[in-house]
């Protein structure tokens, strides 16, 4: 049994329900992650963000151990953005995710991570890491709230960021 495994199909919080990412969310997928500032500090997700791009990532995460979450409102079960885990041979696991530009502001990503930072020590994995660019403080902010502390000062490798000032945030059990 691989450790991912043992991570819960979907977690509860006061107002979200961390899930597996089903065919109808297609629609508020493609609508919320096709903003460039949602997308632009993401080091992946490619912009414009199409049809064709939310189908792949609703495909590939059907077969996916390591469980990327959508981060739907509780009451509605509707998409607001991604959440995940994602699990390395030769580095500690990362937290990953992006929020629609209209749930900014609220603390939903705070309290997502949280839910799965629990979730992930329950099933052993700690510490988690984080990369974040250095000027986006929301980010930042969040990572800190859960417990994140900053371990290392370096520039960005990926395209999008090359050369960009990058931090990477440890958090542990």
Not at 61 to 66: D, E, F, I, V, W
Not at 148 to 161: C, G, I
Request: with cysteine; charged share 25%.
């Amino acid at each position: 049994m691989r450790v991912t495994d043992t991570l819960p199909e979907a977690i509860e919080t006061a107002r979200l329900r961390l899930r597996a990412p089903r065919n109808d969310d297609l629609g508020p997928l493609v609508e919320k992650a096709n903003d460039w500032a949602v997308l632009e500090p993401t080091a992946t997700l490619p912009y414009p963000y199409l049809e064709e791009h939310g189908r792949g990532f609703i495909e590939r995460a059907s077969r996916n151990p390591q469980r990327p979450y959508v981060m739907a409102e509780r009451k509605t079960d509707t998409l607001m953005g991604v959440i995940g885990l994602y699990l390395y041979a030769d580095r500690p696991v990362e937290l990953g995710y992006w929020l629609g530009r209209d749930h900014w502001g609220q603390g939903l990503v705070a309290e997502a991570a949280a839910a799965l930072l629990d979730a992930a020590a329950a099933a052993g994995l700690s510490p988690v890491r984080a990369r974040v660019l250095a000027h986006n403080a929301g980010s930042i902010r969040v990572l800190e709230k859960c417990g994140f502390a900053v371990v290392e000062h370096t520039q960005s490798l990926v395209e999008r960021h090359r050369g960009k000032p990058l931090l990477i945030l440890e958090w542990s059990r």
